[in-house]
């Protein structure tokens, strides 16, 4: 029978300076809980094996979206549920919003966190590509000090990314974009409930003030590869053209080429990367119809 020889503590820390505190003194030997939606169901059958744990649940300023310089703040702490309900977010991020509104069930998005989904860093996460679609950066506070990274340089891996262990992922922030941006949120999955993503499409266009040419494009994938992506060359090849000017064909072709998916029990290689050609022309699709009603 399993002996347990370190002593387990529980801490339900009510600020942020607190918890960084714990998290310096008990490092690799503490376990970092939000809604544990996910970690949960990954540690249930060892769960003995946790020597501590820290529940973030108490720390209310991690659970707030605010406005401040031009710039969306969302803590760590704000799940789905909040995600998806809020005004500021469906007015500025709304792909955000509907990627939230897709996940799991309502409990899960009741109980499920923002900081949760990134830090777990599954291919699969929904949060992920709609994330890098806007530019998102991720701030990482330790007893020492914070630092800023852009989504993309957080993940290294599946599960993997570089947060150390006295770390802790405290807010996401994202710059407000123009009222001229649009976007579009794909998600293909096997089941109508509870669906695992097979593949997810963030695709957000930014347009210039005429309302005609193409500013900036961002367009990013997830479970395609490792990490949630971005597909630079459909940013050079939109970036100053007008919508009428555009080969949906060839850009889902691109899209096509330049991802490399694994086969796996929810879609074959060839599966998704058929699929993620046509979601690409879908979103285009209704970027264009969107762009068009604007007024
Ligand atoms: C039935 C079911 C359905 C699901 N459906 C979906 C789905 O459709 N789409 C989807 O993307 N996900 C889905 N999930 C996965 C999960 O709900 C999400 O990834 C959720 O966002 C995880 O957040 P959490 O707060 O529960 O994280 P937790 O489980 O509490 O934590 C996850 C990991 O992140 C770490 N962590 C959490 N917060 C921080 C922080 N602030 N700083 C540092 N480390 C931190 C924890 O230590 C842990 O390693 C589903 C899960 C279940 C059980």
Known sequence: MHQRTVPCHYFAPQKTEEALEILSRYGEEIKIIAGGTDLLVQYYDRLYEVGSWLDLKNIKELKEIKIHQNQMEIGAMVTHTQLEKSEDIKKYFPILSQAAADIGSPQIRNRGTIGGNIVNASPAGDLLAPLMAYDAQFKLQSNQREMIV??????????????????????????????????????????????????????????????????????????????????????????????????????????????????????????RKDVAKNIMINALEEIGSARRSYK
């Open 150 to 271: 852009p989504a993309e340089e957080f993940f290294v891996g599946p599960k993997k990314t570089i947060l150390k262990p006295d770390q802790l992922l405290t807010r996401i922030i994202l710059p407000l974009p123009s009222e001229r941006t649009y976007g579009s949120w794909i998600k293909i999955g096997k089941r109508k409930a509870l669906i695992i993503a097979t593949i997810t499409l963030a695709l957000v266009v930014e347009m210039a003030e005429d309302n005609k040419t193409i500013k900036d494009v961002r367009t990013c994938l997830g479970s395609v590869a490792p990490t949630p992506i971005e597909i630079k060359e459909i940013r050079k090849k939109m970036a100053g053209k007008n919508f009428s000017q555009l080969d949906f064909n060839q850009l889902g072709q691109i899209v096509e080429d330049k991802i490399s998916p694994i086969d796996d029990i929810r879609g074959t290689r060839e599966y």
